[in-house]
């Protein structure tokens, strides 16, 4: 029985052919006996002062590629928000350094991203960390570039909703879907369906939904939360989840499916 809004977080999907590979980072310490005390050295982490990352560089295009103004209200969500970073030369970087990330005024992040930085010739030089709803991202620095002092650049791209309200939009709308990349990497897509925001009683549910050319389900991707969704267009959880029940048509390979 679904007696609250519930929001489910779905069908990561996965690109044929693409697999993720995890690195693994092992810490060896050595203590030499040898008569000296030797008192541990600890670098300061420091925020750096780059360029491109402010709210007012950022780019913002719709689904079509067009660009956006930061002035302009935005009632929709799969916009697309850019930055092209850069660090002044001779700056020096080491692992644990940071950089903050604006993000426009008029866009919103829904969920939180986590998700590799990459320099202009596609090598993984730190992490992005977005929190859901949150004005600013904090990029955290690996020691890739500590020897390099010259033409370190690259761009950030993040997936974001309008953060203004349409009044021309329905109010009595009972079921919404979104997605956006898990990475730059583009081999997962989350899916989230929003159900029942005015927590009537629907009984037993089932949900029926096409993923896209090349995409296939990942097993036991699915969550499904309960909460409450404001006048501002804000998802709450309750703390509360259901159990869902996923199948797939698995007579022709298609690639419906089916969530009960």
Same mark, same amino acid.
């Given at each position: 029985?679904?007696?609250?809004?519930?929001?489910?977080?779905?069908?990561?999907?996965?690109?044929?052919?693409?697999? +993720?590979?995890?690195?693994?980072?092992?810490?060896?310490?050595? #203590?030499?006996?040898?008569?000296?005390?030797?008192?541990?050295?600890?670098? $300061?982490?420091? #925020?750096?002062?780059?360029?491109?990352? &402010? %709210?007012?560089?950022?780019?913002?295009?719709?689904?079509?590629?067009?660009?956006?103004? /930061?002035?302009? &209200?935005?009632? +929709?969500?799969?916009?697309?928000?850019?930055? /092209?970073?850069?660090?002044?030369? $001779?700056?020096?970087?080491?692992?644990?350094?940071?950089?903050? =990330?604006?993000?426009?005024?008029?866009?919103?992040?829904?969920?939180?991203?986590?998700?590799?930085?990459?320099? !202009?010739?596609?090598? =993984?030089?730190?992490?992005?960390?977005?929190?859901?709803? @949150?004005?600013?991202? #904090? =990029? #955290?620095?690996?020691? +890739?570039?500590? *020897? %390099?002092?010259?033409?370190?650049?690259?761009?950030?791209?993040?997936?974001?909703?309008?953060?203004?309200?349409?009044?021309?939009?329905? @109010?009595?709308?009972?079921?919404? %879907? @979104?997605?956006?990349?898990?990475?730059? $990497? /583009?081999?997962?897509?989350?899916?989230?369906?929003?159900?029942?925001?005015?927590? *009537?009683?629907?009984? /037993? =549910?089932?949900?029926?939904?096409?993923?896209?050319?090349?995409? !296939?389900?990942?097993?036991?991707?699915?969550?499904?939360?309960?909460?409450?969704?404001? &006048?501002?267009?804000?998802?709450?959880?309750?703390?509360?989840?259901? *159990?869902?029940?996923?199948?797939?048509?698995?007579? &022709?390979?298609?690639?419906?499916?089916?969530?009960?």
């Amino acid at each position: 029985m679904f007696t609250n809004f519930h929001r489910f977080d779905i069908l990561t999907a996965k690109a044929r052919g693409i697999y +993720e590979i995890k690195n693994i980072l092992v810490n060896i310490l050595v #203590t030499v006996a040898c008569g000296v005390s030797l008192l541990p050295i600890t670098a $300061q982490a420091d #925020t750096l002062s780059a360029k491109g990352i &402010d %709210k007012d560089s950022a780019i913002i295009t719709d689904g079509q590629g067009k660009v956006q103004s /930061h002035t302009t &209200d935005l009632t +929709e969500s799969g916009y697309h928000v850019s930055w /092209h970073w850069s660090i002044p030369d $001779q700056v020096k970087i080491k692992s644990g350094d940071t950089m903050q =990330v604006e993000v426009p005024d008029n866009v919103m992040i829904p969920h939180a991203l986590t998700f590799d930085i990459l320099n !202009s010739t596609g090598t =993984v030089v730190g992490q992005a960390n977005f929190a859901a709803n @949150s004005p600013t991202g #904090t =990029v #955290t620095f690996n020691n +890739e570039l500590a *020897d %390099k002092t010259l033409n370190r650049k690259g761009e950030i791209y993040i997936y974001a909703s309008g953060k203004a309200i349409d009044d021309q939009l329905p @109010s009595d709308w009972l079921i919404n %879907k @979104s997605g956006w990349w898990e990475s730059e $990497q /583009h081999n997962k897509i989350n899916w989230n369906i929003a159900l029942n925001p005015a927590q *009537d009683h629907l009984g /037993h =549910v089932t949900l029926t939904d096409t993923l896209g050319a090349h995409q !296939s389900y990942i097993p036991g991707s699915v969550q499904a939360q309960t909460g409450t969704w404001d &006048d501002q267009g804000q998802f709450t959880p309750d703390g509360g989840t259901l *159990d869902v029940t996923v199948s797939q048509n698995q007579i &022709d390979q298609s690639n419906l499916i089916w969530l009960t």
